[in-house]
T-cell receptor, first 117, second 114 residues
Framework: AQSVAQPEDQVNVAEGNPLTVKCTYSVSGNPYLFWYVQYPNRGLQFLLKYITGDNLVKGSYGFEAEFNKSQTSFHLKKPSALVSDSALYFCAVRDWRLTGGGNKLTFGTGTQLKVEL | DSGVTQTPKHLITATGQRVTLRCSPRSGDLSVYWYQQSLDQGLQFLIQYYNGEERAKGNILERFSAQQFPDLHSELNLSSLELGDSALYFC?????????????FGNGTRLTVT
């Protein structure tokens, strides 16, 4: 089965500093990777995805992610953090070889990002 | 706004009861997914439907069932409720069943079982 791991429960960063939220994956075959953000009492919002091609993927709200095949990682980055970026971030992998022909996203445990003034 | 609508937003009920959660996917999306989010279990995949047919099943209890109707809306039925069923239930939709389309999530239904 496909899986992702987020090794940090929480990341603290000062506003204006670069941020990184880590994710590693374990898949058979090519990985299809996604990042989502969840604000309090809201659903998950799609940020970006890696399918194939460039290892640096750009997404919404100034976020980008770096795919590294040798390290099986897909870290989320932003050059300059904002207080409004404080939220819960989830890495996910597409698991599409399911019995019955279906598919799903398998999510990591989430990383709480706190950006302070 | 993701375009996925979930009702109700909040639901408080007693143990042993049955509830129905409703989801309207984004216009044009044929796949619907249900997830459960709780503090101890994280985000757990329950079930996926595509154009009315069940396509994938996850950690869904036998007390839970779902269906997708011809107009593509979906309902998740939870019965014989237990305290441990208290959680946030999300519906998501995507265009089809390809590997690359992201899922778009509703704002969830918060279920509290007392």
């Amino acid at each position: 089965a496909q899986s992702v791991a987020q090794p940090e429960d929480q990341v603290n960063v000062a506003e204006g500093n670069p941020l990184t939220v880590k994710c590693t994956y374990s898949v058979s075959g090519n990985p299809y990777l996604f990042w989502y953000v969840q604000y309090p009492n809201r659903g998950l919002q799609f940020l970006l995805k890696y399918i194939t091609g460039d290892n640096l993927v750009k997404g919404s709200y100034g976020f980008e992610a770096e795919f590294n095949k040798s390290q099986t990682s897909f870290h989320l980055k932003k050059p300059s953090a904002l207080v409004s970026d404080s939220a819960l971030y989830f890495c996910a992998v597409r698991d599409w070889r399911l019995t019955g022909g279906g598919n799903k996203l398998t999510f990591g445990t989430g990383t709480q990002l706190k950006v302070e003034l | 706004d993701s375009g996925v609508t979930q009702t109700p937003k909040h639901l408080i009920t007693a143990t042993g009861q049955r509830v129905t959660l409703r989801c309207s996917p984004r216009s044009g999306d044929l796949s619907v997914y249900w997830y459960q989010q709780s503090l101890d279990q994280g985000l757990q995949f329950l079930i996926q439907y595509y154009n009315g047919e069940e396509r994938a099943k996850g950690n869904i209890l036998e007390r839970f069932s779902a269906q997708q109707f011809p107009d593509l809306h979906s309902e998740l039925n939870l019965s014989s409720l237990e305290l441990g069923d208290s959680a946030l239930y999300f519906c998501a939709s995507s265009v089809g069943e390809d590997r690359v389309s992201p899922l778009h999530f509703g704002n969830g239904t918060r279920l509290t079982v007392t």
